[in-house]
Nanobody, 124 residues
Framework: QLQLVESGGGLVQPGGSLRLSCAAS????????IGWFRQAPGKEREGVSC????????YYTDSVKGRFTISRDNAKSTVSLQMNSLKPEDTAVYYC?????????????????WGQGTQVTVSS
């Protein structure tokens, strides 16, 4: 059973940066499509970004384009989400998820394995 663990969340002021990391225990993430999702209180879960197995397919939701960057570190078997120029509306619990699909997808139903989430709060 693939278990995912997110880290790197926290409290940051508007305009600040955070780097989220997703790791797996006992498995290599290199064989999975990895997606980042977020859910704010009272809102539906939203697909933020994803990266395919070969890194050829990368997706960002419009609201984070130019501010967030997803990347893999194959040596460490981790996937990171660098978040810059953070805004209060980025406040949410962020989840990483793994899929055995070939291509990226922003639909959570395509992902089989999920982490427990990490809180990101953007506030002054």
């Amino acid at each position: 059973q693939l278990q995912l663990v997110e880290s790197g969340g926290g409290l940051v002021q508007p305009g600040g940066s955070l780097r989220l990391s997703c790791a797996a225990s006992g498995f290599s993430l290199n064989q999975y499509v990895i997606g980042w999702f977020r859910q704010a209180p009272g809102k539906e879960r939203e697909g933020v970004s994803c990266i395919s197995k070969s890194d050829r397919s990368i997706y960002y939701t419009d609201s984070v384009k130019g501010r967030f960057t997803i990347s893999r570190d194959n040596a460490k078997s981790t996937v990171s989400l660098q978040m810059n120029s953070l805004k209060p509306e980025d406040t949410a619990v962020y989840y990483c998820a793994a899929s055995t699909d070939f291509y990226c997808s922003s639909y959570g139903t395509r992902y089989t394995y999920w982490g427990q989430g990490t809180q990101v709060t953007v506030s002054s």
